[in-house]
T-cell receptor
Framework: DAGVIQSPRHEVTEMGQEVTLRCKPISGHNSLFWYRQTMMRGLELLIY????????DSGMPEDRFSAKMPNASFSTLKIQPSEPRDSAVYFC????????????FGQGTRLTVV | RKEVEQDPGPFNVPEGATVAFNCTYS??????FFWYRQDCRKEPKLLMSVYSSGNEDGRFTAQLNRASQYISLLIRDSKLSDSATYLCVPEGSGNTGKLIFGQGTTLQVKP
């Protein structure tokens, strides 16, 4: 079975540029999560979707961040404009919400904004 | 109070030792709990799920104390390969699917 697939694996961009991170969840999963991980703040939940609908985006740091899930097999996290403090590893995870949710993570996108 | 609190460690133990980590959570409505393991520069991986008072899987035992709102993870007969960061994850109230991760506890098993 293919796991959660994220692209790109690494991204280096200049401050002010738009960055788009992509995620393909595991087929059949109906929950999708975007997390950001830094040494200082650990693993932070940015937003999560159930059945393609955003349920809680209270973790999105500011309006520069946006996430979409146009269908069950694809999601994007966009940062526009990017700033150096956005440098982190961004993880996408998916799970099957059936009273409880066991989430499985992609390998992450390591973003560096210079 | 943070939603999830863990002692960051590091816990340095010799091979073969038994080690336990605690995790406290603030949302009394959480029903499902998970332990994840994260190796350096890798993604977190699900280690154990806890839905009732506890769960056991080989050398790993998780216990849940709802009254005190803490979960523990016990590792018996530690192996070098157990060296990693262990993340505690209570699921949001009503099993909404909201998974909030603790900061993690780092374990280093030494020969």
């Amino acid at each position: 079975d293919a796991g959660v697939i994220q692209s790109p694996r690494h991204e280096v961009t200049e401050m002010g540029q738009e960055v788009t991170l992509r995620c393909k969840p595991i087929s059949g999963h109906n929950s999708l999560f975007w997390y950001r991980q830094t040494m200082m703040r650990g693993l932070e939940l940015l937003i999560y979707f159930n059945n393609n609908v955003p349920i809680d985006d209270s973790g999105m740091p500011e309006d520069r961040f946006s996430a979409k899930m146009p269908n069950a097999s694809f999601s994007t996290l966009k940062i526009q404009p990017s700033e150096p403090r956005d440098s982190a590893v961004y993880f996408c995870a998916s799970g099957r919400n059936r009273g409880h949710t066991e989430a499985f993570f992609g390998q992450g996108t390591r973003l560096t904004v210079v | 109070r943070k939603e999830v609190e863990q002692d960051p460690g590091p816990f340095n133990v010799p091979e073969g030792a038994t080690v336990a980590f605690n995790c406290t959570y603030s949302n009394s409505a959480s029903q499902s709990f998970f332990w994840y393991r994260q190796d350096c520069r890798k993604e977190p991986k699900l280690l154990m799920s806890v839905y009732s008072s506890g769960n056991e899987d080989g050398r790993f035992t998780a216990q849940l104390n709802r009254a005190s709102q803490y979960i523990s993870l016990l590792i018996r007969d530690s192996k070098l390969s157990d060296s990693a960061t262990y993340l505690c994850v209570p699921e949001g109230s009503g099993n909404t699917g909201k998974l909030i991760f603790g900061q993690g506890t780092t374990l280093q098993v030494k020969p």
